[in-house]
């Protein structure tokens, strides 16, 4: 794999999302409509990108930050079934 144009360009593509993932701004809970649909798969996105970048490099910072994005996502998951009465 390691000689395969095809699998470098893939990793090479990975790595820069998610180079771009470790300084973006973190996911907001912002309603549209009635769902969180789009912030979801925002949240999704960054921590598929920034796991696999862990994975194939073992650089911590990675790792670090899909789980910063775990865990605000979960706190503002739960913050909402307070607020709503279903927590």
């Not at 820069?16 to 769902?35: C, H, M, N, T, W």
């Not at 920034?50 to 490099?57: E, F, K, N, S, V």
């Amino acid at each position: 794999m390691a000689t395969d144009p095809l699998w470098k360009k893939l990793q090479a593509d990975l790595l820069q999302e998610a180079d771009r993932q470790l300084v973006s701004k973190p996911v907001e809970r912002v309603l549209i409509g009635r769902r969180l649909l789009d912030k979801s798969r925002t949240a999704l996105s960054r921590v598929l990108h920034l796991g696999l970048a862990w994975r194939l490099t073992g650089e911590k910072q990675y790792l670090e930050r899909a789980r910063r994005v775990g865990r605000r996502v979960r706190i503002q998951r739960l913050e909402s079934e307070s607020l709503s009465g279903r927590g």
